[in-house]
């Protein structure tokens, strides 16, 4: 079903963004009304997302080439990209459309919980039809009634009040929730009897409602169930469950009376404090174990590891009414400080893997990077992940990118502002631009950038400024490189069984063996690019002189991690080069800043002098 408004999503592959070409959808097919056929055949412009996701907005436009209120589409439709490289448009296969076509939906709601126990904003499920998505205007229920206190035997009147419904699902028009919000009847305990209609309000501005539902509810004090997590460390969310939980113009604050048993000496520290957690709806909370707040300045949360053992107590305020529910038992494990890491392929990432004859392989180079960042980091409280975490309020970002949008010729670079030292922050942001950096003078374009490590071949051509060049490098990738002759990954070739190296002996590989040349280019390319995400994070955990002025380590030795220029056989991993790694006072740091219960990791470190 679509309306003036409606947000079309196109899911897929490979789709790109400016600067490398512009998204169309083409639709062919027949558009009726009244009993009357006409041919259609437009091109609508898209909207980028990311590279598996593409939107249409059906405006005025739009709209009425598919046949206007009433109709029906039914058609193939397509994506087509007009390349800005070589001005070809590309397309994709097509797929079969039918498209009922409304300018207005009246609602319809079918089934509501009508009677119970519920407390303040308790997410309440209408199921029905007619529902507006996304773009098209707003669906609200609307609450009437009286209210009867506890505290009173007066039903006072309540005026109509609305409150926004939202979509089960994205484009689900039968399955809503709205809250029974403070608004309506407040937060004390007491008796609601009323009615709940459906009003949809479309962006034209018409305003359609429901047939009304009576419904009666007897409204609860708040209260506690428990905890998501079991363990606990500095940025991280522990997530709160419960009803009654009240947040924007209404608070919640949560009342914790018990102990702190200490890991490292068993002491026992009494604990009284008021905690804000951060209100997600009436069911939910978030608390963020912090540094700045009652339980930080009790204790040092980001090493005094222990145990939380006690009582929890909701109390709720809306206006001039508070409501305290009853303590429940509530406690968590705290460990120490841990840095989580989230890794961030961009689409200037993917592009520049075409240039590698790699675009094919994207998934396993992504694995070997992760495989080499993780041994970069064993034993030291780091994690990295591929996707964004909803875990941790407080997290570190590093993109890895393309072209060095600085101009440069940069491998990678840190442009967090200022060395954090014993890693202070939690939340560097090693990609995009900082405003800070650039005004200091430095580049401003952070991350790590895949393209600049053409600079190791004899012939970059214009994808990258020359660095030492290897003739390995060549080696490497000149089977693959579209610019070279070479022939990038198909289809045929990942059918083909291609092996998973664990070492590089066989790399590069010889020209009669397709399947290992492949590999050995990503092994190449994942090692250089996970060492180079572990130099950059190193740098912004406080290295390579944490307490001094130096950026990088003193003069140039084999196999360092954070010296300024490493070989590209170091860092490719080939010939019996490499892995760089921490140098030992440098892990001795970060196993000081983000410890572990492991046993120190027994591989052999260079000197760091």
Known sequence: MLLPGTVVVIEGESFVDTPWGTSSLRLVGQRSAAGIEAPVDVLLPLTYIDARTLELEIDAFAFDQLGGDASEFAGDIRVEVRSAVDGQVYSTTTLAVLWPLRRELEPRPDSLESSGVIFPNEPLEIIGSGLLLRGEGESLAVVEGCFTADSSDTCAPIAEVEVPVVPAGLFD????????????????????????????????????????????????????????????????????????????????????????????????????????????????????????????????????????????????????????????????????????????????????????????????????VFEVVRRDFVTIGAEFRDQRPEDFAAYAEVDIGGPDPNGLGLLGYDNTPGKDTDNVRLYDRIGGANAVTQQDGFPGFGGVFIESLFGYSEHPGTLAMPLEPDPRFDALFDPLRPDSGGTPVTAVDLAQDIPTLGASDECPASSDNRRLQIACAVWALGSMVGSTVSHEVGHSLGLADPYGPEFHNSGDAPDRLMDSDRPFGERAELDDQGPSRFCDGEYVYLRTILPTSDLDDPEPRPGCF
């Open 173 to 368: 028009r039968e399955h809503g929730v709205f809250a029974f919000v403070p608004e309506i009847a407040g937060i004390a305990p007491g008796r609601f009897e009323g009615t709940v209609r459906l009003r949809n309000r479309h962006t034209s501005g018409t305003t359609l409602d429901s047939p009304a539902l009576e419904v009666n509810y007897d409204l609860q004090r708040p209260i506690v169930y428990g905890a998501s997590t079991d363990e606990a460390s500095l940025g991280r969310y522990v997530d709160i469950a419960g009803g009654g939980f009240v947040g924007g113009a209404g608070t919640t604050l949560l009342d914790f009376v018990g102990t702190f048993t200490s890991d490292a000496t068993g002491e026992t520290l009494d604990v009284d404090e008021v905690l804000l957690a951060e209100f997600v709806d009436g069911h939910a909370l978030r608390y963020v174990i912090s540094e700045t707040d009652a339980l930080g300045q009790l204790l040092d949360v980001r090493y005094d590891a222990g145990v939380f053992e006690g009582t929890l107590t909701p109390r709720i305020s809306w206006g001039d009414v508070e409501i305290v529910g009853d303590p429940a038992a509530f406690g968590f494990h705290l460990v120490a400080v841990r840095q989580v890491v989230h890794v961030v392929f961009t689409p200037a990432y993917v592009e520049s893997l075409r240039a590698f004859g790699l675009r094919a392989v994207d998934s396993r180079v992504r694995d070997r």
